[in-house]
């Protein structure tokens, strides 16, 4: 996303859940869905097969203790 899709994305959304955003907030927010939209475009670049299935669920694994 370009900086200005982002600005519009942002006010679009705080718009239709009726959330005021208050200007000391919007350069951190904006910062934020920036950095998620980079995110989704390194998940959305991973090529899929026609085979490839979504995971059931999710099991963390446990941290192991510490010596």
Known sequence: ???????????AAAAALDLRLRGEHRPGVL?????????A?????????LHAESAMSFRPVAEEPSP
């Not at 996303?1 to 006010?11: F, G």
């Not at 910062?31 to 995110?39: D, H, S, W």
């Not at 475009?41 to 097969?49: F, Q």
């Open 1 to 11: 996303m370009t900086p200005a899709e982002t600005e519009h994305y942002v006010d």
């Open 31 to 39: 910062r934020y869905f920036a950095l998620a939209a980079e995110f």
């Open 41 to 49: 475009a390194v998940v959305d670049a991973v090529p899929l097969t």
